[in-house]
T-cell receptor
Framework: GEDVEQSLFLSVREGDSSVINCTYTDSSSTYLYWYKQEPGAGLQLLTYIFSNMDMKQDQRLTVLLNKKDKHLSLRIADTQTGDSAIYFCAGGLTGGGNKLTFGTGTQLKVEL | DAGVIQSPRHEVTEMGQEVTLRCKPISGHNSLFWYRQTMMRGLELLIYFNNNVPIDDSGMPEDRFSAKMPNASFSTLKIQPSEPRDSAVYFC??????????????FGPGTRLTVL
């Protein structure tokens, strides 16, 4: 099965950019996702990228995909205290199965 | 839309007791997932269903765990007998399985289970 790995913690100052990294082993994933989990809540989809894309931008969020290195990153510009959460990357195949393989999660702490 | 509904939100029980967690997926969704989240092991997929049929239960830790989906709007995860190491947050998620396109999973708020 696929392994998806992330660093466990990231601490940034408010207003700085945050970059959360993810590496995966299975290159057959057709979609790659970033989910956010706030304290005491379930995961919520932040954004996703199709595997034939290199980059996707959505307001303060930029997703970069390097298929050769099997590396996915999420950049959050102008990080705010409300961005403090756990961020999960996940990979899945289009259509069939609907199963996603989630990473270990990165705890982002935003300091004033 | 009410989203994915889970009950109870919190459950405290004693070792050896039976625990039943409940999930109502989003109406119209045809895939349902049960996850377990702990500090030590992170987020683990336990089992998932497509059209009420279990597809992959390889994540179910032991025979003490069982899951059912009797219809498209209800699923249960049962632990019998429960053990302290089962203490975790259990999430249910649902999605609409469609050919092509991405598959967003919508998560419920979770059930925090504590087994004493």
């Amino acid at each position: 099965g696929e392994d998806v790995e992330q660093s466990l913690f990231l601490s940034v100052r408010e207003g700085d950019s945050s970059v959360i990294n993810c590496t995966y082993t299975d290159s057959s994933s057709t979609y790659l996702y970033w989910y956010k989990q706030e304290p005491g809540a379930g995961l919520q989809l932040l954004t996703y990228i199709f595997s034939n894309m290199d980059m996707k931008q959505d307001q303060r969020l930029t997703v970069l995909l390097n298929k050769k290195d099997k590396h996915l990153s999420l950049r959050i510009a102008d990080t705010q205290t409300g961005d403090s959460a756990i961020y999960f990357c996940a990979g899945g195949l289009t259509g069939g199965g609907n199963k996603l393989t989630f990473g270990t999660g990165t705890q982002l702490k935003v300091e004033l | 839309d009410a989203g994915v509904i889970q009950s109870p939100r919190h459950e405290v029980t004693e070792m050896g007791q039976e625990v039943t967690l409940r999930c109502k997926p989003i109406s119209g969704h045809n895939s349902l997932f049960w996850y377990r989240q702990t500090m030590m092991r992170g987020l683990e997929l336990l089992i998932y269903f497509n059209n009420n049929v279990p597809i992959d239960d390889s994540g179910m830790p032991e025979d003490r765990f069982s899951a059912k989906m009797p219809n498209a709007s209800f699923s249960t995860l049962k632990i019998q007998p429960s053990e302290p190491r089962d203490s975790a947050v259990y999430f249910c998620a649902s999605s609409l399985r469609a050919s092509g396109g991405h598959n967003e999973q919508f998560f419920g708020p979770g059930t925090r289970l504590t087994v004493l």
